[in-house]
């Protein structure tokens, strides 16, 4: 994805970043809030065939979110609240764009829909209906109990908001026309504020204070896509990659990085773009994916999915194709080398752990650590079939499945509550 957008790129650029802002902003934030949080009943949500799951680690039962709103196509799980009862939703209506409209003209403006949701009552109420900016707004990030940080793509245009949770008040957090931020994070104490900026300078990582202010750029370099952000236990670092996307236009690989929240610092963790970065999974039945991006163990560790040496991915970038499907990627299982495995990597020494071993043909991805510290979570997916989620101990000792999602399709973006 070059920095340097002519017409025709800067089409391919939307398609890209809204999708994996969509992703990056409903199903993998608010991860530093959690850990602060104390631990509770261990619980993960997770997606399957456009529905959310829950799963209950106490006796393994698996449940999916039955919610019944009229005009409502898709549902995602967006942030958790600081109880650890109550999670964000979004919805989207029928898309409005499909074939013959371009998609960066037709997508946004496809209204979207927050909401809060108790996990146990069942309870739903619409967020955000008041002082409604556009159609398109999508929940970014939760600032304790009465702020959320909303994406909002308006006239083709991405910005963040502070809004109140019924939406009014609504001040800038970015401003319009600098680029698309997303991949946001919080920091432990919930004052800072990390996200990185698809711009057309290239993708750069910053950290500001929870308003907005005191912005302090942490990575930038227009021949480097630096992307996805997450805080340090002791909120003094930043992690995110690196992806050499001149080399890499379908974005399969990275290096991991790290940068002082506070600027004056950045520091490449890996060699040879080690991480696996644009997940991409399944056959043409159960193919899906969206962007890895690396967590923390509690103790301070870099928690990512390595790829093995050589490997090659099944679902390979169509280089210089038309994307007609927002995928882009071609089915060559035979194709397919190696796979890759997760991994705690010392930031200090450079000392890498194994949590799972490297199997031919089986991709290890999306990883996390409980706010307890006990268990660890990821997802599996051999070349060719859909993810299934897995969790072992913390050490990744005892690896056991949890679940394939619906008639065993593939479940994916497990997140803990």
């Known amino acids: 994805m070059s920095p340097t957008l002519g017409a025709r790129d800067a089409l391919q650029f939307d398609r890209r970043t809204f999708l994996k802002a969509i992703a990056a902003a409903s199903l993998a934030c608010g991860h530093s809030a959690l850990a602060a949080e104390p631990a509770r009943e261990p619980r993960l949500l997770f997606t399957s065939r456009g529905k959310t799951g829950v799963v209950n680690l106490n006796d393994g039962s698996v449940r999916y979110l039955e919610l019944s709103v009229p005009n409502q196509a898709t549902w995602q799980p967006g942030p958790a609240f600081p109880d650890g009862q109550r999670i964000i939703l979004l919805s989207m209506e029928p898309r409005r764009d499909g074939p013959g409209k371009p998609f960066d003209e037709y997508y946004t403006q496809t209204p979207t829909h927050i909401w809060s949701y108790h996990l146990d009552s069942g309870e739903l109420t619409e967020l955000c209906t008041r002082d409604r900016i556009a159609p398109f707004v999508t929940p970014a990030l939760l600032i304790g109990d009465e702020r959320l940080l909303v ?70 370099d227009p021949s480097h896509l630096y992307f996805g952000t997450n805080w340090s236990p002791d909120g003094k670092w ?33 060699k040879d773009q080690a991480m696996w970065f644009a997940a991409s999974y399944g056959n043409e039945k159960t193919r899906g994916g969206g962007s890895n991006v690396p967590g923390w163990t509690p103790d301070g560790g870099v928690l990512f999915p390595r790829r093995s040496p050589g490997a090659q991915v099944p679902w390979q970038y169509r280089v210089g194709q038309a994307d007609l499907d927002h995928f882009n990627r071609a089915f060559q299982p035979e194709e397919a080398k190696g796979g890759s495995q997760i991994v705690r990597l010392d930031p200090n020494s ?11 043909g089986v991709w290890d991805f999306r990883s996390s650590v409980s706010a307890d510290g006990k268990q660890l979570v990821f997802c599996r997916a051999a070349t060719g079939e859909g993810p299934g989620i897995w969790v072992a101990d913390a050490d990744g000792g005892n690896p056991r499945l949890v679940t394939r999602g619906i008639d065993d399709l593939g479940a994916d973006h497990p997140r803990w509550v």
């Open 350 to 360: 450079g000392a890498i752990t194994e949590f799972t071993t490297f199997q031919d």
């Open 238 to 270: 930043v992690n995110y990659v690196d992806c050499h996307y001149h080399t890499d236009p379908g974005h399969d690989w990275a290096d991991v990085c790290v940068g002082r929240a506070l600027g004056g610092e950045h520091r490449v963790l890996t």
């Open 151 to 220: 994406q909002v793509v308006k006239d083709r245009v991405g910005q963040i908001f502070s809004v109140r949770l019924d939406g009014s008040d609504p001040v800038p957090f970015t401003k319009a026309g600098e680029g698309l931020p997303y991949g946001l994070s919080l920091s432990p104490d919930q004052k800072r504020v990390a996200y990185h900026l698809a711009s057309p300078e290239g993708y750069q990582v910053w950290t500001a204070d929870s308003d907005g202010g005191n912005r302090i750029s942490v990575a930038a």
